[in-house]
């Protein structure tokens, strides 16, 4: 169980608890909801934690010579593509040419030999910059990194599949910026952001608490979850098997509320959207905490991130799937347990497709792509997303 260092920032967490929990009973069954930035803090594995040494991430090849099975099936993974060289973008390599326009700008993402050149014009003048990396797999849309004067921008302009073509990234203005500088992307400095956005997309990139884009590894690996793995795979070699077990991470063996907040160090537990202060259908991306307002949630038998998705596997995409996800607790087999001091009742409309009216589906404003509403509940037709 994590517990709280006493800290400054952890006493504003678990104030924050009080002030946001969805649930009157803040502490689980072994474990307390924690902000992201109190967790990194702690002893033991989290991720996006930058302690350890580059040397001890040995890269995913390493993992796969004793659980290829598994790590077959995680290349597989939106995850393992979070984030790739611009270069090996199917999305980029499948366009010569990306124009969008909004006066006085007009934008360009053209390929050149093996890469691609981000750039925009009023007219009169013209800024351009290679692409260096794309984040995301590009399933609802693809955001790119470029470098001018040893500093990461994040590009003004996404591509979305839907649309097939650019349009403003998430949380860019659609004003037009004052200048063309600014117009071609936003500065992500060298601190505490940058660091966030390729901890959440990359391997390893920060180590030694120090950002090292140079040494990184792409995408979501084994190790970004389960921790450096040098340590484990030479304890192994030398048959030390129970000291090798123990000095890996397993996160299917934390209790359902570490967990939860586990995921959400990258896709925002409640308490990092509470603290925040961040509001609105944007949350909607942030499938912890509208976990977390749930009644799955809430109750003692609280589900996970894991009752559902296999990270190791591709998302499964067929609503019927789920269903025996729901019915398991639901179900008329179950004749409606009791679980805790909660009946478990079932539903009196149908059997079928469980998550199509429990979990519907809103398009979140410029992403062109609707998003599965984490948020389990009743929902009446046609209800507008409530935060």
């Keep these: 169980m994590a517990k709280s260092s006493g800290s400054p920032s952890v006493i504003v967490s678990v104030l924050a608890m009080v002030l946001f929990s969805p649930t009157t009973n803040i502490a ?33 090849e390493a993992c796969g010579r004793c659980h290829w099975e598994i790590a077959k099936g995680q290349q597989q993974t939106p995850m393992l593509n979070a984030a790739m060289h611009a270069a090996d973008s199917r999305v980029l390599r499948s366009h010569d040419r990306l124009t969008f326009s909004l006066p006085p700008y007009t934008y360009h993402i053209v390929r050149r030999g093996h890469g691609s050149v981000y750039s925009v014009t009023n007219g009169t003048k013209t800024i351009s910059a290679p692409l260096v990396w794309a984040f995301g797999l590009g399933e609802s849309g693809q ?13 003004r302009l996404s591509y979305y599949s839907a649309a097939n073509g650019l349009d403003f990234t998430p949380g860019t203005t659609r004003t037009p910026s004052p200048t063309v500088e600014d117009a071609l992307g936003r500065g992500m400095l060298y601190g505490a952001e940058t660091q966030r956005c390729f901890g959440c997309h990359t391997t390893a990139s920060t180590t030694n608490d120090k950002f090292d884009p140079g040494h990184l590894i792409a995408g979501i ?25 123990s000095s890996i991470m397993n996160p299917g063996r934390l209790d359902p509320v570490d967990l939860v907040d586990f995921c959400g160090a990258c896709h925002r537990t409640f308490m990092d959207v509470g603290l925040a202060n961040l509001t609105g259908i944007r949350n909607l991306r942030f499938q912890p905490y509208r976990l977390e307002r749930s009644l799955c949630w809430r109750r003692e038998s609280r ?85």
């Design 303 to 387: 589900i996970s991130c894991i009752t559902c998705h296999d990270p190791h596997q591709p998302r499964q995409r067929q609503s019927a799937w789920y269903d025996q996800k729901c019915l398991s607790c639901h179900g008329p087999a179950t004749h409606s347990p009791t679980r805790g001091s909660h009946q478990l009742k079932t539903c009196r409309v149908s059997s079928n497709n469980c998550v199509s009216c429990h979990m519907p589906k809103y398009e979140i404003p410029g992403m062109h792509f609707k998003f599965t509403d984490h948020f389990i509940r009743i929902v009446t037709k046609g209800e507008d997303y409530s935060d």
């Design 28 to 60: 689980g069954p072994n474990g307390i909801q924690m902000a992201t930035e109190d967790r990194v803090q702690l002893s033991g594995w989290w991720p996006t934690k930058g302690t350890a040494s580059r040397n001890d991430f040995l890269g995913p």
């Design 221 to 245: 690996t084994c190790e970004a979850c389960h921790g450096p793995g040098a340590g484990h795979v030479a304890m192994m070699k030398t048959g030390q098997h129970e000291l090798g077990i």
């Design 143 to 155: 955001t790119y990194i470029f470098e001018r004067n040893g500093i990461f921008y994040e590009s």
